[in-house]
């Protein structure tokens, strides 16, 4: 066998092992009895230590070393670009490192759920440190032979290529318009809201037809519950989990709608990269493009909602809305709120640039841990207006910083961005887009993306894949344009 043979054996056999590693996650997040969670920690340090032997394996470097890149196919030399990468950064972090992140982040998400349900913050803070310490001294690691800060060589892990300043200029571009059009509204009419409970069943029955609608496929997935939702998996085992709430089926639905663009993404990409480097989405900024175009662009659409009213009422009945048009406005409402994850489009990118601000001079060390509730109570009340009531609402919201993930949070705001690119390139090419979306049908909508982004997977580095799908380079300027036009229009501004 040749060196690149070789390599590719011994990297799909790494490839499955990742996917099992996925496939914990997954089920501890659904099905895993709360009891486990020590015993899954010790489990998932054990399986990263395997992993991190096989990531750091010298012969992967021999491998390289011995491949000459000219002989290699398009594909080839992407297979190799991210393996190379990879073996780059893994090699610099320790094996007793990357076992201990394993087994700390897995014990930290247990200990942050029963932390946020009792609305204790200085329960969850020793462990807490504790992570950050273990993410301080990776970032460290990774920053060796570089120029990259300790948050910029975390950043790279979710999109190759982007840093600090670059997110810095784009969100300072964003930033004056989301705030102006944000304000504008809150000074208009509100529209008016659903009202009455609603089945969960009902609601998990609708969410699993509309999954079906935009082209997630059951055969190769499934969906369930879970706290916080997320979509797992790549190939032909990816799954898909939402949340329910019996006043507000709009949680519930596009929720759904978020985690099955997601899923699309994995599921769509080209069975020929199945197991390999290419084989799962680029970046986390691009994924996130395909999440929020399905949820926004796509299922929050004027022409989408009319179909989705019609819906609701052979399911539900009657919820308080008489007319497609006030049910439009009121999937889109624009309201003060503490939850990112139920935040409209025009305030959600303020949520992240809140995080992304003080993830930063957490990993820098300009913010302890203990500090982090007043701080981020502070900028959350300057930003929004509003005092966080609970840590629930405020620090303790999310998952991300429990587990590690810092340097990731920015990345939804990247694929906001590339979502608008996309849509704007969309609509150029379906010139009937709405007609369709009226009539449920997504089919034109999603084979276009499949077509010229998804079935892709990382063949190309993140921004070079938008750019090869929208005919442009990626900009703020389509996503906000999109939404001064559509809000504009609610509001009557």
């Not at 982007?162 to 944000?182: E, K």
């Amino acid at each position: 066998m040749s060196a690149y043979s070789d390599l590719m054996a011994f990297d799909r056999e790494t490839q499955a092992l990742g996917q099992i590693a996925g496939r914990l996650g997954w089920d501890q997040e659904t099905m895993m009895p709360r009891g486990a969670v020590a015993q899954r920690g010790e489990e998932f340090a054990a399986l990263e230590g395997v992993l991190h032997a096989r990531r750091v394996d010298p012969r992967i470097g021999e491998w390289i070393a011995a491949i000459d890149v000219r002989d290699l196919d398009a594909v080839g030399q992407a297979n190799l670009r991210h393996i190379s990468r990879s073996y780059a950064r893994n090699t610099k972090v320790p094996a007793r490192l990357a076992s201990e992140l394993a087994r700390v982040t897995s014990m930290a998400q247990g200990v942050w759920a029963e932390a946020r349900a009792a609305e204790d913050f200085a329960a969850f803070a020793p462990t807490f440190e504790h992570v950050v310490r273990l993410r301080r001294e990776e970032a460290a690691a990774l920053q060796q032979g570089t120029e990259l800060g300790l948050w910029d060589a975390l950043h790279q892990d979710y999109e190759p290529g982007s840093s600090g300043a670059d997110l810095d200029a784009m969100f300072g571009a964003l930033r004056p318009r989301l705030v102006a059009l944000r304000d504008r509204i809150m000074g208009a009419d509100q529209p008016k809201g659903v009202s009455g409970t609603f089945d969960e069943a009902a609601q998990l029955a609708l969410s699993t037809e509309i999954a079906k609608s935009f082209g997630y496929d059951f055969n190769f997935g499934r969906l369930d519950k879970a706290v916080h939702p997320f979509s797992s998996g790549s190939g032909h085992d990816v799954r898909i989990t939402t949340r329910t709430s019996a006043t507000d089926p709009f949680n519930c639905l596009y929720s759904t709608i978020h985690e099955v663009g997601h899923a699309c993404y994995e599921q769509n990409i080209s069975d020929d990269y199945l197991l390999t480097p290419l084989g799962a989405g680029v970046s986390m900024g691009v994924h996130e493009s395909q999440s929020r175009i399905y949820e926004n662009q796509l299922g929050r659409s004027q022409a989408f909602t009319s179909y989705l009213y019609g819906r609701m009422r052979d399911v539900f009945g009657d919820f308080g809305i008489d007319s497609e048009a006030g049910f439009f406005a009121a999937v889109n409402r624009v309201t003060q709120g503490y939850i990112r994850t139920e935040s409209d489009e025009v305030q959600y990118n303020l949520h992240v640039l809140l995080r992304f601000d003080l993830e930063r001079r957490i990993i820098g060390g300009d913010l302890d841990v203990a500090d982090l509730p007043a701080a981020w109570d502070a900028r959350f009340e300057a930003d929004f207006g509003v005092k966080v009531d609970k840590v629930s609402n405020g620090c303790l919201q999310d998952v991300h910083w429990p587990v590690g993930l810092f340097g990731y949070f920015p990345t939804y705001s990247l694929g906001n961005v590339y979502a608008g690119c996309l849509h704007h390139a969309l609509r150029g090419a379906v010139p009937d887009l709405d007609a369709q979306l009226a009539q449920g049908n997504t089919g034109a909508a999603t084979a276009w993306l499949g077509q010229n982004l998804q079935q892709f997977g990382g063949l190309r580095d993140p921004r070079e894949t938008i750019e090869h799908a929208c005919g442009f380079a990626p900009s703020e300027a389509p996503l906000l344009d999109y939404l001064e036009e559509k809000f504009g229009a609610i509001y009557g501004l």
